[in-house]
């Protein structure tokens, strides 16, 4: 049981370059999240996918463009990488369905992004 | 507007003591999920327990324990008997909302723990 799994797991990016983080669960989860974390500042909702079909903005969604390909799958984008993006990103997925509300996220190992 | 506030950013403990790690949720809301996690210098995140809002008993799993001040919006978590594997980045973060949709996950800025041999 792979959880939650997260590529590339390292990349730098010259400014200007764009990029796809890939994301996909295997628990059957309806939703999943993008995080970055930054030394000092804790983790940051990007973006988030309540169910198949639906995206929503979180806390620092500018820069960054997601695509929830279907159950298993989001994606985040980078259309043009900012050396602000430079940082830890996580893929994180959770049930939210009936009367399971109080499900825990299950995160990926991260991806290490540096943009020069 | 909801805040989480992780006041400590670094503490140190010797091996066996106890140590408690503070979080406080300010929110209007009255009824809502807080989670803590774990993140070891492998840099994982790994979930350790959680805690609703409307139930103010101590909840103890192994040798973590839980106390819920809602007076404060306090929620404190222990650990009892520490250990060197302890050492790690704990976050609390609570839940925003109860619905079936729009469920967001806020993270408090952490508290780095070291336990020392």
């Known amino acids: 049981n792979a959880g939650v799994t997260q590529t590339p797991k390292f990349q730098v990016l010259k400014t200007g370059q764009s990029m796809t983080l890939q994301c996909a669960q295997d628990?059957?989860?309806?939703?999943m999240y993008w995080y970055r974390q930054d030394p000092g500042m804790g983790l940051r909702l990007i973006y988030y996918?309540?169910?198949?079909?639906?995206?929503d903005k979180g806390e620092v969604p500018n820069g960054y463009n997601v695509s929830r390909l279907n159950k298993r799958e989001f994606s985040l984008r980078l259309e043009s990488a900012a050396p602000s993006q430079t940082s830890v990103y996580f893929c994180?997925?959770?049930?939210?369905?009936?009367?399971?509300?109080?499900?825990?996220?299950?995160f990926g190992n991260g991806t290490r992004l540096t943009v020069t | 507007a909801q805040k989480v506030t992780q006041a400590q950013t670094e503490i140190s403990v010797v091996e066996k003591e106890d140590v408690t790690l503070d979080c406080v949720y300010e929110?209007?809301?009255?009824?809502?999920?807080l989670f803590w996690y774990k993140q070891p210098p492998s840099g994982e995140l790994v979930f350790l327990i959680r805690r609703n809002s409307f139930d103010e008993q101590n909840e103890i799993s192994g040798r973590y324990s839980w106390n819920f001040q809602k007076s404060t919006s306090s929620f404190n978590f222990t650990i009892t008997a520490s250990q060197v594997v302890d050492s790690a980045v704990y976050f609390c973060?609570?839940?925003?909302?109860?619905?079936?949709?729009?469920?967001?996950?806020?993270f408090g800025t952490g508290t780095s723990l070291t336990v020392i041999p």
């Open positions: 628990m059957n989860h309806n939703s």
């Open positions: 996918s309540a169910s198949e079909g639906t995206t």
């Open positions: 929110t209007r809301d009255t009824t809502y999920y």
């Open positions: 994180a997925s959770s049930v939210i369905t009936g009367g399971v509300r109080n499900s825990p996220l299950h």
């Open positions: 973060a609570p839940k925003k909302s109860l619905t079936n949709t729009g469920n967001q996950f806020y």
